[in-house]
């Protein structure tokens, strides 16, 4: 699985790997989306899943009224992707769903 | 499964989809699916083709013309290839090539609307194109007989007059406007005679006197008898026609079909006639659905009287006459349900009510002279409520919590609705402070401290995007192996549904936002 099978779907703004102490380790990001920060969060929020829910994998789904971010955990990084509001949320979870 | 189809590129189903997608007017996504399918399977013709449509449909004329001629050669019998095709050329002002593949089109199915529509644009009438060939097959070269058949029709049944001549035949065989004869040396077919479709939309929009009837002259060479007896044949004659008025048509556009076979030495005439739905009926009720005008209007309909909505009286008023049923029904509600018992009720009890009113004044003032209590009065009970169900007089405004025990109990009726769902395990209500607000799954000991490590992720995620410019988080799905929990912000407060890994967010959250509004009402 790559990043461009994701990014390339319709609407998708970005979506990158990051480990969990918030360092990326790869990304692909449209103009105008710093993959840092979005990495960064990434690591943060999927980390506090981790710590509070106590699990091993699992993933989050943050709704704004622009944008969406999907966050899934994996046992050595964070996986995210962002997107716009009206894109096609379950073809990109189906997409996250494949990755390992 | 749309998504499902989307992954799974490897299935030449993709294609379906992507003309699912096409027809959804979905065109990116149909032609990122269609390049990630032919990617997988670069030999499947039909994809390229639906490709090529949506380049097409996308403006990107050259790229579509580019792949469909391509593909051409192993493609040239497809109707939609060449119906594109000649879409494509039509758009870069190709107009012969074009018309070349709307032709073509045409003589792959003699019924494509849209060819012929095109062709009529580019100039054409697509009766001059050669739809088909007159085949007169003989199997033994015999001399043959002429027989004139003409279609005289009353009543939508043609008669059939049939003239048989000794004299040697024409060598060519006279049809209007196409004909397709199969005879052997026993028997005569016409299998088609394919007229000029009437264009009944416009013959409705300006309708004529009287219709003209074009009466087929079908000259029928058929081998005549080997031997000195008759020889029968049968004659199928399909007359796209029919021989009603235009404007009494009733299935606009419908080709009407008829069969007849006729026996050629005279015998009887069988007629069938066969009306077949045309495609054009969808079109027809489209446009007779447009211009249907707003309810409310009534319509002349001859021998049936319209008959306007009326509300039905309450007993024991008479049935008032239709002039009086078209008044309002304020109106007519309040003078039939008014009746003198009613006023007199009415008046004991606002009459009772200033008795009250009063007896609350003289309270208040006993209130403020304590040392003057009167003798308690024995309590009065409360007048019972008058005709409270028949008059369905509007309820005041209580308090929620005048009649049942908390404000959240509004919440029970929606909160059961969501909780019945097969998938969902729990719910509950949080602030976002993390404290348990409302609870309903009593059964489970961890939701005190679900909600508050629920709260502390949404705060949690709720600085991220506030640091990051991109608004307040709305909601937000925490997917656990064995279970998942979707908190949607309600206000000030967290509405948090712990479900089953399957269960369908979509669903859960149509069914919160009912709940949100009262929650927000509710808490503010």
Known sequence: MKLTDITKIPKVLGAGTVTYDGFIIDSQFTAGYEAAKFGAMAARIVGQVKKSLRVEEGGVILYTPKVVFFARAKPENVFFVICAKDANLGLIKLKMDKVK | ?524
């Open chain 2, 1 to 524: 499964m749309a998504d499902e189809l989307s992954i799974d590129s490897k299935a030449l189903i993709f294609a379906t989809l992507a003309d699912v997608y096409l027809s959804s007017g979905m065109l990116d996504e149909a032609i990122s699916i269609l390049k990630d399918g032919l990617a997988r399977n670069p030999n499947y013709t039909l994809a390229k083709i639906i490709l090529g449509r949506a380049y097409y449909m996308k403006g990107e004329t050259e790229e579509a013309l580019k792949l469909l001629e391509a593909i051409y050669p192993e493609a040239q019998e497809s109707e939609n290839e060449n119906l594109f095709l000649g879409h494509c050329y039509k758009r870069l002002t190709d107009f012969d090539k074009a018309r070349k593949h709307y032709e073509a089109v045409l003589r792959i199915n003699p019924d494509n609307k849209d060819a012929k529509k095109e062709l009529t644009t580019l100039g054409i009438k697509p009766t001059e194109v050669p739809v088909g060939k007159i085949k007169v097959k003989h199997e033994t070269e015999v001399p043959v007989r002429e027989i004139e058949i003409s279609a005289r029709g009353t009543e939508g049944k043609p008669e059939l007059e049939i003239a048989e001549q000794r004299e040697p035949p024409p060598e060519e065989v006279e049809i209007r406007p196409t004909i397709e004869i199969k005879s052997t040396s026993e028997a005569v077919h016409i299998k088609e005679v394919i007229l000029p479709e009437v264009d009944i939309t416009r013959a409705q929009e300006t309708p004529e006197p009287e219709m003209v009837i074009q009466e087929p002259t079908v000259k029928i060479t058929i081998p005549p008898p080997v031997s000195e007896t008759i020889v029968k044949g049968e004659i199928e004659i399909v007359l796209p026609f029919k021989e009603e008025p235009v404007s009494e048509v009733p299935v606009s556009g419908a080709e009407v079909i008829q069969k007849t076979e006729v026996p050629v030495s005279g015998a009887e005439v069988i007629q069938k006639t066969e009306v077949p739905v045309a495609e054009k009926i969808k079109e027809i009720e489209a446009t007779q659905k447009a211009e249907i005008p707003p309810s409310g209007t009534e319509f002349p309909v001859s021998g049936a009287e319209v008959i306007p909505e009326i509300e039905v009286p309450i007993s024991g008023t008479e049935i008032p006459p239709r002039g009086e049923a078209e008044k309002p029904p304020e109106i007519l509600r309040a003078e039939s349900s008014v009746s003198d018992e009613v006023k007199r009720r009415i008046e004991a009890l606002a009459l009772a009510n200033a008795q009250a009113a009063q007896a609350e004044k003289e309270e208040a003032k006993s209130k403020a002279k304590p040392e003057e209590i009167p003798a308690a009065k024995p309590e009065e009970p409360a007048p019972p409520p008058l005709f409270a169900e028949e008059m369905k007089v509007p309820e005041p405004v209580v308090s929620p919590t005048a009649e049942t025990g908390t404000p959240f109990d509004r919440l029970n009726i929606p909160m059961e609705k969501l909780l019945s769902l097969k998938t969902v395990n729990a719910a509950f209500i949080s602030a976002r402070d993390g404290l348990l607000i409302k609870n309903y799954a009593e059964k489970r000991e961890d939701i005190e401290e679900i909600s508050a490590l629920v709260a502390a992720i949404f705060n949690e995620a709720f600085e991220s995007f506030k640091y990051l410019n991109e608004g307040p988080v709305e909601k937000i799905i925490i997917e656990k192996s064995r279970e998942t929990i979707c908190v949607i912000t309600a206000g000030e407060s967290l509405l948090c549904v712990i479900t089953q890994p399957e269960a369908k967010p979509g669903l859960i959250f149509v069914y919160a936002r009912k709940i949100i509004d009262e929650i927000r009402e509710v808490l503010g």
